[in-house]
């Protein structure tokens, strides 16, 4: 899992679609600090539980840009895209947030 696309890039939706997304039930959390968008559903997550389970998220977020790290997803326009499905994104958080459920 995963391609990237930040809020800047092309993405395989029209902007209407883009637009219409909507907040997941399950995985959107006051605290959290980060907007993933996945096949019009928004996640939002806590960047250091994705980077503690997910070598892709450490590299991407503090790695890369540490300095960074509190910006990305705070606003509707600065949202990571990502070219997965949002089912299996349902079932990964399901998993790394409720693993005893």
């Given at each position: 899992m995963s391609e990237?696309?930040?809020?800047?890039s092309k993405s395989a939706k029209?902007?209407?679609?883009?637009?219409?997304a909507e907040k997941s039930t399950s995985f959107w959390f006051d605290a959290g600090n980060i907007i993933l968008?996945?096949?019009g559903t928004r996640y939002r997550l806590?960047?250091?539980?994705?980077?503690?389970?997910?070598?892709?998220?450490?590299?991407?977020?503090?790695?890369?840009?540490?300095?960074?790290?509190?910006?990305?997803?705070?606003?509707?326009s600065n949202i990571l895209r990502l070219q997965d499905r949002s089912n299996d994104w349902d079932l990964l958080l399901e998993i790394i947030y409720n693993p005893f459920q």
């Open positions: 990237a696309y930040n809020s800047k029209p902007e209407s679609a883009i637009d219409d968008e996945v096949e806590h960047h250091n539980v994705l980077s503690y389970h997910s070598g892709f998220f450490r590299d991407l977020l503090v790695v890369a840009h540490p300095e960074k790290i509190d910006a990305i997803g705070e606003a509707d």
